[in-house]
């Protein structure tokens, strides 16, 4: 055999083995399950000192889960998980537990989509306030309002009294959830683990339905109001 059908048999063979690579790595993305992303922020806090199991977590999306072209879910609904296990440090516990499992969405006028989805990623929640804003406008308009007398003694509802309104539930929940937006994300796609939490750990139970995200730490852990989260999610359903 001459040097040039040695070489063209070489590259013959190159050529076949490139194309059993590419045709390999095609058919495992193909394989692949689908992977979807939305992130959102803590409603209520969540901490291993008061929490109990079963107690519900409920996260407000602020991106949306498209589909296929379809917004499934769309920015401000709500994500609810809850507490599947919890163990607080100390009492013969060397770290603090919280394992949360991710339930389902809830949309605008109540629909419920299940999900099958972990916790990525958290970042604490930044710094920040607001005095009128329309996140707050909805989250006060759930509020009890406030019962009281007018100037004849008639009895009226209304607003709560300036006093009272800068600690109500709404006003400090907007605030918090809202200076985590107006900063800025300090989560993206890729994120994983815990950001701005010194020794928190986040680590997933998956070898059996449903998946499980696993916080762990050396002290209590705080999932504090406006707490950014990444989830990720097999593509839910429209």
């Known amino acids: 055999m001459n040097l040039n ?91 603090s537990i919280l394992a949360i499992v991710i339930d389902k969405a809830l949309l605008p006028g109540e629909r419920e989509i299940p999900l099958e989805a972990i916790i990525a ?24 309002k406030m019962v009281g007398t007018g100037p004849s003694g008639a009895t009226r509802s209304g607003d709560l009294p300036p006093s009272s309104k800068v600690d109500s539930t709404a006003a400090v929940s907007t605030a918090r959830i809202n200076g985590g937006m107006r900063n800025g994300l300090l989560l993206n796609a890729d994120s994983q683990g815990a950001i701005g939490f010194p020794g928190l750990s986040l680590t997933w139970r998956l070898v059996t339905p449903p998946a499980v995200s696993v916080f762990n730490s050396n002290k209590e852990i705080k999932l504090e109001a406006g707490t950014q989260v990444l989830l990720r999610m097999a593509p839910p359903k429209p």
Do not use: W
């Open 5 to 95: 059908r040695l070489l063209q048999a070489v590259g013959c063979v190159l050529s076949v083995l490139v194309l059993l690579i590419t045709s390999t790595q095609a058919e495992a993305a193909a394989n692949q399950p689908a992977v979807t992303t939305v992130f959102a922020i803590v409603v209520k806090r969540l901490d291993t000192r008061t929490a109990s199991l079963n107690q519900e977590l409920t996260l407000r999306t602020i991106s949306e889960v498209i589909v296929d072209g379809i917004i499934v879910i769309p920015s401000g609904s709500r994500i609810v998980g809850h507490v599947v296990e919890v163990a607080a440090k100390g009492k013969g516990n060397q770290q």
């Open 121 to 144: 990623a958290v970042a604490a929640p930044q710094d920040g306030s607001l005095t009128s804003d329309p996140t707050y406008g909805m989250m006060h308009s759930n509020e009890p």
